[in-house]
């Protein structure tokens, strides 16, 4: 099956905007697939960020970053994208694509992970 990997992960001074990337190689993300970013610091739990639904432009949104984020996917690239703006020292984490079949924030019906890329928000 699919393999997804990340990156654009890197430091950015709070204020700042990052992009990440996530691929799928080896495979096609398929229309029926959902498509999520998580995030996890050190000590926390893995938490949802964003999900898109791969055959619509259908989001959903954690409140954390709402109005911040944006998830996209490009069909034709195999590729969803994370858009982040107005970065925050509380966005600091490992970011991690999963692909799954069900709309849902729940990471455990996510069946597919990348290795994440990380991101650090600080001066």
């Known amino acids: 099956q699919v393999q997804l990997v990340e990156s654009g992960g890197r430091s950015v001074q709070p204020g700042g905007s990052l992009r990440l990337s996530c691929v799928g190689s080896?495979?096609?993300?398929?229309?029926?697939?959902?498509m999520g970013w998580f995030r996890q610091a050190p000590g926390k739990e893995r938490e949802f960020v964003a999900l898109?639904?791969?055959?619509?432009?259908?989001?959903l949104y954690a409140d954390s970053v709402k109005g911040r984020f944006t998830i996209s996917r490009v069909n034709a690239e195999n590729t969803v994208y994370l858009q982040m703006n107005s970065l925050k020292p509380e966005d600091t984490a490992r970011y991690y694509c999963?692909?799954?079949?069900?709309?849902?924030?729940?990471?455990?019906?996510?069946?597919?992970w990348g290795q994440g890329t990380q991101v650090t928000v600080a001066s």
């Open positions: 999963a692909k799954g079949s069900q709309y849902t924030s729940d990471h455990r019906s996510y069946n597919v």
């Open positions: 898109i639904r791969w055959h619509s432009p259908s989001t």
């Open positions: 080896g495979g096609r993300i398929y229309s029926s697939s959902v």
